[in-house]
């Protein structure tokens, strides 16, 4: 056997012991939590109650039921219901082992439904966490590690890659900007929006079951300025295969009909060799 094919043959065994671990992996939502804060620092307490109601409105005025149309609110969210009302966000620094705050962290939550979905991530490394609830009895005494019900309510590691697959979404950056959640300002400092700007910045997932987000060497007028973002869940907006620079005034101010058209086409090529 020559060497190119030993290093092929290497290579695709390689990739093959790296799929088994993250389809056998049957690690539990505490053991992913206490993976998480090994590097992100302990879990805050998170509460319904700290959390910021996202404004949903027509024409300054507050709507009066949900819509799935984004014509029909000012600020719409990116997918699923476009016009959605009683979404809460919340934000909160970091913690040291020592109780003072970690600005190089910052946790992120998304009280939807009955449902939480929270994502921690390390500005410094890129290093990012995903968590998920379907259902809170108690949206402001959420779980947490040291809870014997911990296991009960979080999904695990392998429920967050096979039903949620964060990652399919979150390709780009940990975190989407839309016109809704873009309406809000950081409490603590409202000359910044409450949903943190990574920009180009590292950006990795935490835990073994995880797809690392794609990245391409592609380089051109598009990637010069924005990631590649592969999927077509973005339906209530043209964002298409390009993550926009935030913040979002509104959901029709893009117009893409006739910028790039070249290497926006190599970009859609690019992603259709993902299998996404």
Not at 94 to 103: A, L, M, Q, V, W
Not at 235 to 256: C, G, K
């Amino acid at each position: 056997m020559n060497k190119s094919k030993l290093i092929v043959l290497i290579l695709l065994t390689v990739l093959a012991f790296n799929s088994c671990r993250k389809t056998d992996s049957n690690r539990t939502a505490l053991e992913h939590a206490y993976d998480c804060e090994s590097v992100l620092g302990p879990l805050p307490d998170f509460k319904y109650d700290d959390a910021v109601e996202i404004p949903m409105t027509k024409n300054g005025m507050t709507l009066l039921h949900n819509s799935d149309n984004p014509d029909d609110c000012d600020h719409p969210f990116a997918f699923n219901g476009s016009c959605e009302l009683g979404n809460r966000m919340g934000r909160y620094a970091g913690i040291n082992p020592d109780g003072t705050e970690n600005n190089d962290v910052v946790f992120i939550t998304f009280f939807r439904g009955s449902g939480l979905g929270v994502i921690g991530h390390k500005y410094s490394t890129g290093q990012t966490c995903f968590f998920e609830i379907d259902e809170l009895s108690d949206p402001n005494n959420v779980p947490t590690p040291q809870d014997s019900d911990y296991n009960d309510y979080w999904a695990s590691p392998r429920q967050m890659t096979e039903v949620f697959n964060c990652v399919n979404c979150h390709m780009a950056s940990p975190f989407l900007h839309t016109p809704a959640v873009d309406q809000l300002r950081n409490p603590n400092d409202t000359s910044e929006l409450m949903l943190p700007l990574t920009g180009m910045a590292p950006y990795l997932v935490v835990g073994e079951e995880w797809q690392q987000p794609h990245t391409t060497t592609l380089q051109n007028s598009c990637t010069s300025c924005h990631r590649p973002q592969c999927t077509d869940h973005f339906q209530n907006y043209p964002l298409d295969e390009l993550v926009m620079p935030p913040p979002f005034e509104n959901a029709t101010s893009f117009d893409h009909s006739s910028i790039s058209n070249a290497d926006r086409q190599a970009l859609r090529d690019w992603c259709t060799t993902l299998n996404l």
